[in-house]
């Protein structure tokens, strides 16, 4: 295992994670408190999970490398 690799699933756990509580608080805050439809709360559900699905895909582009000058 590479030192490459190591930093690399290190990073995605950590973003994993943090989309994870932040969306997990968000839901038992939002859904728990405001009265609102059902229709409407999964259409604000799925909002939430295109941003966080539009974040994987940035993240899985490749980066260019940087200039060494």
């Known amino acids: 295992m590479t030192f490459d690799t190591l930093s690399q699933g290190l990073r995605w756990t950590f973003w994993v994670l943090l989309w994870l509580m932040t969306c997990l608080l968000g839901a038992v805050l939002f859904l728990g408190t405001v009265p609102v439809s059902a229709p409407l709360r999964w259409a604000m559900f799925a909002v939430v999970l295109g941003i966080v699905a539009e974040d ?9 490398a940087r200039s060494r000058h």
């Open 56 to 64: 994987v895909r940035r993240k899985l582009q490749p980066t260019p």
